[in-house]
Structure formats: C-alpha cells, structure tokens
C-alpha cells in the first residue's frame, strides 16, 4: 500500500544586512517589480514579501508533514521549527534524516502539496544546498508538472487559472487553513517569538492539503 503524505513549508525573508551585495541587488530588484504604481519607496510588507519569497533571500522556519492513507485519513500533523535563522540547518538536516527513515519503513510514498513544485521544493532544494545538506529522497523532489504518482502538485490538477490552497479549500468544501493568520503573518510572528503559532499554521496547511488530496484522488 502506497502511504500519502501531504507537506508544507513557511519561510521568512534573511536579516537584509546579511546579504550579499548581489543579493542586496536581487531583493531591491524585486521590491521595485513588487511596488503599486505610485508607491516611491517599498514598504516593510513588500519587503518582507521578497525575502520570505526567494530562497537566497529567505530561510525556511518551518516544515509540517502529515501521513495516512488517503482512503482513512491522516495522523495527527509533525513538524520540524525553527526560531531564527541559524536554527533552519538543524532542523533541514532532521527532516532529510526522519524522510530516508520514513521511506526505508513506508516504502513507496506519494508526496503532496498545493504550488510545492513551483515553490516549496525549489526552496527546500536550495535553503539545503547552501547548508550542505544532501536530499535523501527524490520523490518529493519531483517537479514533473502533470506526474502525479511521485508528488501530487494540487495547484496543477487542474490547468486553470492560478489558485491558492485557500481557494481548493473553498472549491472542495475543505475546512479553511487560515483562521485568520496567512502566509503574510509568519515573519511579524517569528519575529516576535510566536513560532508556535507559525507551526499549528504550518500543521492546518498540511492537514488541508491531505484532505484536499483525498478529494481530487
């Protein structure tokens, strides 16, 4: 029996005086493509908005998994956290070493998630990269738009218009995820010391993509 997961990450934008100078170029490239009309200098949201969004200039500050099987349901939601940056190697470094012992016991795994082949992959491959961290799994690296069997890409089940996990939730009659914090939330929260709450968000992500998995399957 294949068993299902469905994963999540958060991200915030690395300290700008950190930076390379190259880099430092990247993000106020980005800023200015990101700026309303009218609007002469970036905003602190839009610059957040860019460092959270890029992985050479974000970090990941949290990772949510959960297992089952797609006909019974999931377990309860794990996560892997982190509170600062210097806190993202161990914690990539944990979840490549529990996916290598989760695949030696599981076997075949499906992987699941909603945009992950257009950002939480390319991000996770890069933020562990720069560790030095090396991949212990290839399937849920798979970025195959249309290949289900490895990684099921919600965002791409139908080829549509884009839309948001919050949108599939709506359209399928799934619980929303947002409760009234969302993606732009997570840096103000980490920021702040409230990475618990930054994981219990991450963890409804991952139980909404699960669920949502179950209803396009």
Not at 129 to 138: M, Q, Y
Request: charged share 30%; aromatic share 8%; with cysteine.
């Amino acid at each position: 029996m294949t068993r299902h997961v469905a994963w999540d990450i958060e991200t915030c934008p690395r300290p700008y005086e950190e930076l390379s100078e190259a880099h430092r170029e990247r993000h106020r490239t980005q800023c200015e493509y990101e700026m309303d009309d009218g609007m002469e200098e970036p905003t602190e949201e839009v610059k957040s908005r860019v460092g959270s969004l890029h992985p050479m200039l974000g970090w990941i500050c949290c990772i949510s998994a959960v297992a089952g099987d797609l006909a019974d349901g999931h377990r309860e939601p794990y996560s892997w956290g982190a509170a600062s940056p210097e806190e993202e190697a161990p914690i990539l470094e944990n979840f490549w070493e529990d996916i290598q012992q989760l695949s030696n016991h599981a076997g075949q795994v499906q992987w699941s998630t909603c945009n992950g082949k257009r950002f939480d992959v390319p991000f996770l491959s890069a933020r562990s990269v720069r560790h030095g961290i090396a991949p212990t799994n290839d399937r849920i690296l798979n970025t195959h738009k249309y290949r289900t069997d490895k990684h099921l890409d919600l965002a791409n089940v139908w080829d549509a218009p884009w839309y948001s996990l919050e949108d599939l939730c709506d359209h399928l009659d799934v619980e929303s995820p947002k409760d009234g914090f969302d993606g732009s939330d997570v840096a103000p929260a980490i920021e702040n010391g409230n990475s618990e709450k930054v994981r219990r968000y991450c963890e409804r992500d991952a139980a909404a993509t699960f669920q949502c998995a179950q209803a396009v399957q």
